[in-house]
């Protein structure tokens, strides 16, 4: 299997570390070979586009055309960043005046992209590449009776036609959980906004969707929470400690990273995966084995 | 209660902000509204305000669309529902008419950000300013990453990224100083 070119973004570096550690360990196990450009930078994300359409097409098509010059496809941990790279890549590739425009921004860099790789999430590399089945196999503690609150968020799934993620609603994430021996539980928020994006401009408002997705979790039984997206696992990790403090309302739900659900279940090293690196304690894990 | 757009519309419509503004194709199809508010009604902002929506956000998802097509560009320039979108695409996903709520909403702060820097919340200025300061949106961790041996991150893609937003005009956009 060719590598795929390694894109890691901000957030996962400055807060969600053993999120990139974790899903590194995973990866190697199947098979997976990742590359590190050291060129890539910032994904150009969503707050960018809020200011310039052209600074976010520009800065997007810079870290594309890196990863077309090595002739690989690009996987991405963050949904943010996949979402951004997803949505300037069908830009690019679906108008090619619009991708010429962008070209011509680029010439300093000494940099073109010519729309001719793809972009995958982590979760799809998992899901399509390695294939459920696979990693059924590669599992030697199985859980018994955990409840998971499997967390796609918005932008694996969102907007379906740019990042053609498979069905809505979706369930690779589930499938991929289940594949541990835990149990995906139905509960209703699963593919809405953990209030990340708005963080910056209202922390009142990020509580406020934070909170109702975790009251709604508990109102499933789930045992814990389970992302894939740095911003999702900060607000049901760092946020949710803060609502227990500021507000008073301790839900006591742990978010545990898919690549770290994985990786117990395959006995791997728990100082590697982070287990201890989470705000919200995963120690209680131990006694669904 | 002040009805949300005025009922004599002629001094305020701009009809050339209806059609200039869009610079991408999706942000285009807001012409295909027919205000179902299917947008409204799934969006998780709207839902968390609930009575007070109107209030705290001004214009609900399809009042903007609406607007846009009245050319009412003060009204819908100045709504705090641009800047409390939080992308999440629910809007997008679900209209049966194929309108890309959320470019339009995009493009709407592009436009706000051009001709109305008082606009700009003071949030996303920050972001800019980091990116232009260090090339990137938060610091790294390095003692962490070291803990759990990851690779060391050189910054020659911070580096460049500053160079590249100088070049595309980052600076004179938002107005920073020395520029």
Redo the contacts between chains.
Sequence with gaps: MKPYAFF?G??I???V??Y??SS?MVLKEFGVDLL???????CG???????????FL??GA?NLALAETEGLDIMCLCSGCFSTLSDVNH?LRE?SELRKDINK?LE??GLAYGGKIAVKHFLNVLHQDVGVNTIKKRIVRPYKDLRIATHYG??TV???KVVQSGT?PPVFFDELVEATGAESVDWSAKA??C????L???EQ?AM??CE?KIADAKAWKADFLCTSCPFCQVQFDSIQAKIATDRGNAYDLPSILYPQLLGLAMDMDTD?L?ID?NRISLDSIDTFF | MEPAIPLNMNTDRDKGFINSMF???QARTSAYCFRCITCTNGC??VL?YREQAKEKLDLLPHQLMYAVRLGLKDLVLESQML??C?????C??YCPQGV?V?DVI??L??LA?KERKDLM?R??R???HA?LDN???????DW??ED????E??G???A??QE??G??G?PQ??DKEGS
């Design positions: 890691l901000c957030s570096p400055a807060r570390n053993h990139e550690a590194r590190d450009i050291e060129r890539f930078s910032c994300p969503v707050p960018l586009r809020s200011i310039s359409f052209d600074m520009t800065v810079r830009q108008d921004k300093p860099t918005c932008h969102r907007p379906s809505i809405s906004c209030g990340g994006p708005v910056g401009a209202d408002l406020d969707l109702k590697l982070g690196n | 610079s991408s194709i998780p902002i968390n800047w409390l939080t992308e999440c695409y629910m997008t996903e890309h959320c995009y493009e702060k592009n950000i919340p949030g996303l920050l972001f800019a990116l090339g990137r949106t938060a610091e790294i961790m962490e990453r759990l041996e990851l690779p991150l050189s020659a893609g911070d460049e990224l590249l937003l070049q595309l980052l956009l938002i």
